[in-house]
């Protein structure tokens, strides 16, 4: 019957040869069928497996690629430092070097890096026949030997100094190997203990447990989490280390500095003849002309530590100015005042490598930014004559007055001169005697450098801005402006001179000369000391360091140069209504406003490191003399030369204090269309009369011009009018008097005001006169000033 129980995979009668439950009538021939068509893919994924490991595998080998980027700096200038008539004073002197690639210096070569540039030579055919692949590789180094000999031809080294060279690089770069792995040995240490620590801990006691059952279940659960925790927290232990690879060893290394360009073109126009090698550039700082203005150019130095350090601080998100361990900084001078503008930042290039070091690609990622020229007011040629003529002075035999037989022999220790505009204030010469050349300090032997660091006569101190002195009688230029701004006194008012004040021996005119009727315009012609004495006698010292401060002594005078010192000025203590001093009103400096105060306005070392506290409680005594000292420029005044010079531009200009500085303009990459003027600020003396000024020029004029004025026979020039104050400061000790002159020219039209100062030399009329009347010569052979 068709209904009775039977399986559908039966073939027997029941069912017709159709029929639907005819499922699969022969399977033999279905599993053949099937094993066929697993296996020929398998056998192809096999046949080319195959083919590439054994047959095509160097190929792929060579071709493969594991980039590695890094950044490399481009290279940039610092800014120049140009003289008024564009006469380079610093400049960054671009230096080439020839560069090697490291593999193809170090000896013996590398392996893995033989065999890749044998390969790369050979074709993909080629790379299967082991004797092609050893020919290449001899052709490799024979090319090596050759690449060096050409480099001994064209650069003209001996073979003994390049085989040096190599190997001092292959010892700093296998050093640096070494160091790397050792470091890379720790963590592998450190994974071995915490697979000793899990250890120990699946291994734990459990004889103590109470349930020996329950005992073995916790134990095995608490196992089981320590391997699972172990295995996803930890990275697996490789037998078989990656070989350790540093960026030294893709890099190029120097390998000769200072290389000319013809080697360079050389190298540059032929590089399948020089492979592995390359140039590179560096700056090194150059001065043209290092005895001109050296402590106003100033001068460079490698950027230590604690100032890359304290730059990182203060610039947390990245240095503006990007300094790197090596960079020089400016340490004096222009140098230092405008580095922020002369400063080249460098730029940024990404290289992409291949694993053996090849660059694949690049890009500039920053540009670099060449710093900015600074154009100073300074001449040349000026402050070259200038400096000469101090120099004739300093370190030579001067015959001074002051011995019975009237003339003794003296040495100046030193000198300075200053020259500004009286509008401006620009400085137009800055003379120091003695001097230095600052490519001595840069580049000369250390016995060099500690010569002029211990020179007693301090060659390296930049005297014009830090040298502080007792003015003497140059001072008495505001003494007579406190006299007329008082209306106490009738400056045509005559006093009488006897050569002293009271007693003979003491508070006198210079030589106990009598003056007899003086009136102020005559006192300041004969630089009498008795007519000021007895005018602060009736002023009192308020009026005289009133009128000191506001001429702009005892503070800097706000020039671009660093380290300006301020001098001081004594300050009186405050009295009350009845006249009385109050007894909590100490004695004040002018300086006392720093935190520091130099211990002596000798010491020409930093502030910072050799200063004492300068306290504003600190109590000094007042006396009258100190009062008659202030007057005469004496007592414990000191100011700088600058300082002079910017008083005297401010009688010439009728009350403008302007601000005295070095730079004139700064410039783009020397594009004039780009330039920015520096002009600093000035101001006007405030509670002037009008008229003051003009009675104290009177007085200056007949310094010079009246025969009984005491640079009438020093100074006075016929071509020219000239108007100035000499200044004798007294400094005890057995010591020999510092010499003064300062002055404006000319006279009736004043356009340069200068001051000349000689540490020890003497009288200020018989000594520095003569120098400040070469001076103004040289200003009418410049034009600088015009005569008659």
């Given at each position: 019957m068709r209904n009775r129980p039977t399986s559908i995979f039966d073939s027997g009668s029941a069912h017709g040869a159709g029929s639907a439950f005819d499922v699969d009538a022969e399977p033999g021939v279905r599993l053949c069928w099937l094993f066929v068509a697993m296996t020929v893919p398998l056998l192809i994924v096999a046949g080319r497996l195959i083919y590439l490991q054994g047959f095509v595998a160097e190929g792929f080998a060579v071709e493969t690629r594991h980039e590695v980027e890094s950044v490399e700096a481009i290279p940039t200038r610092n800014g120049r430092i140009l003289a008024s008539d564009g006469t380079v004073l610093a400049f960054d002197d671009e230096r080439h070097?020839?560069?090697?690639?490291?593999?193809?210096?170090?000896?013996?070569?590398?392996?893995?890096?033989?065999?890749?540039?044998?390969?790369?030579?050979?074709?993909?055919?080629?790379?299967?026949?082991?004797?092609?692949?050893?020919?290449?590789?001899?052709?490799?180094?024979?090319?090596?030997?050759?690449?060096?000999?050409?480099?001994?031809?064209?650069?003209?080294?001996?073979?003994?100094?390049?085989?040096?060279?190599?190997?001092?690089?292959?010892?700093?770069?296998?050093?640096?190997?070494?160091?790397?792995?050792?470091r890379r040995e720790v963590p592998q240490a450190t994974e071995q203990e915490l697979a000793r620590s899990v250890s120990e801990v699946s291994s734990v006691d459990l004889s103590s447990t109470e349930d020996p059952s329950l005992t073995r279940r916790s134990g095995f659960v608490e196992q089981a989490w320590n391997v699972v925790k172990h295995e996803l927290t930890t990275t697996p232990t490789r037998e078989r280390r990656e070989p350790l690879r540093i960026p030294e060893q893709s890099d190029y290394h120097l390998l000769l500095d200072d290389v000319s360009l013809e080697v360079v073109a050389e190298i540059e126009t032929h590089p399948d003849q020089f492979p592995g090698v390359r140039s590179g550039v560096t700056n090194r700082r150059v001065y043209p002309f290092g005895r001109v203005a050296p402590h106003l150019v100033g001068y460079r130095g490698e950027i230590d530590a604690d100032e890359l350090k304290a730059r990182r601080e203060r610039f947390p998100n990245g240095d503006p100015l990007d300094y790197q361990p090596g960079d020089s900084i400016g340490r004096s001078g222009i140098e230092q005042s405008y580095e922020h503008a002369l400063r080249g930042v460098r730029g940024q290039r990404k290289i992409v490598r291949d694993r053996h070091g090849t660059i694949v690609r690049t890009e500039v990622v920053r540009p670099p930014k060449p710093g900015q020229d600074v154009v100073l007011h300074v001449s040349v040629s000026l402050q070259e004559r200038a400096t000469a003529l101090l120099e004739e002075v300093v370190g030579h035999e001067a015959i001074l007055p002051g011995s019975s037989d009237g003339q003794v022999k003296n040495v100046p220790h030193g000198g300075c001169l200053v020259a500004i505009d009286v509008r401006t204030g620009a400085i137009l010469a800055a003379a120091v005697a003695p001097t230095f050349d600052v490519n001595d300090f840069l580049s000369g032997t250390e016995d060099v450098r500690l010569a002029l660091l211990d020179d007693k006569r301090r060659p390296m101190f930049p005297r014009a801005t830090q040298m502080e002195l007792p003015p003497g009688s140059v001072f008495k230029a505001v003494s007579a402006v406190a006299?007329?701004?008082?209306?106490?006194?009738?400056?045509?008012?005559?006093?009488?001179?006897?050569?002293?004040?009271?007693?003979?021996?003491?508070?006198?005119?210079?030589?106990?000369?009598?003056?007899?009727?003086?009136?102020?315009?005559?006192?300041?012609?004969r630089s009498c000391n008795v007519y000021f004495f007895k005018s602060a006698q009736t002023l009192g010292p308020q009026p005289l360091v009133q009128w000191a401060d506001a001429l702009g002594f005892g503070e800097r005078t706000g020039v671009d140069l660093p380290g300006e010192r301020r001098g001081h000025v004594p300050r009186p203590p405050e009295r009350d209504s009845k006249g009385k001093t109050k007894e909590s009103s100490p004695i004040e400096l002018a300086s006392a406003s720093d935190k520091f105060r130099p211990a002596s306005p000798w010491d020409e070392r930093d502030s910072a490191r050799t200063a004492q506290p300068a306290s504003r409680t600190k109590r000094e005594p007042w006396y009258d003399g100190d009062t008659l000292g202030l007057a005469i420029g004496q007592s414990r005044l000191t100011v700088t030369p600058l300082q002079v010079a910017r008083l005297m531009a401010a009688v010439a200009n009728d009350g403008w204090l302007v601000t005295p500085y070095v730079a004139r303009e700064l410039n783009a990459s020397g594009q004039a269309e780009s330039s920015v003027t520096i002009e600093p600020d000035r101001h006007r003396l405030p509670n002037l009369s009008e008229g003051t000024l003009a009675r104290v020029r009177e007085g200056l004029e007949q310094v010079v011009a009246h025969p009984q004025g005491t640079a009438f026979k020093s100074v006075r020039l016929k071509e020219v009018a000239i108007a100035g104050k000499t200044g004798t400061a007294e400094i005890g000790g057995g010591r020999a008097d510092h010499a003064w002159f300062a002055g404006y020219v000319p006279a009736d039209r004043p356009r340069i005001a200068f001051v000349v100062v000689l540490e020890q030399a003497g009288s200020g009329g018989k000594v520095a006169g003569p120098v400040a009347k070469k001076f103004v010569q040289l200003l009418l052979e410049h034009r600088l000033v015009s005569g008659e």
């Open positions: 070097q020839l560069l090697v690639h490291y593999r193809w210096l170090e000896e013996p070569p590398n392996d893995d890096w033989l065999r890749h540039e044998a390969l790369s030579r050979l074709s993909h055919s080629e790379r299967r026949d082991k004797s092609k692949v050893e020919q290449a590789k001899r052709d490799v180094l024979e090319r090596r030997d050759v690449l060096w000999q050409s480099l001994i031809e064209l650069t003209e080294q001996r073979p003994e100094k390049l085989v040096e060279q190599r190997v001092r690089v292959q010892q700093r770069v296998e050093g640096i190997f070494r160091l790397v792995d050792e006299v007329i701004e008082s209306g106490r006194i009738d400056p045509d008012r005559q006093f009488e001179c006897l050569g002293y004040l009271k007693d003979p021996n003491k508070q006198r005119c210079y030589h106990s000369q009598a003056h007899y009727g003086t009136n102020l315009t005559m006192a300041l012609a």
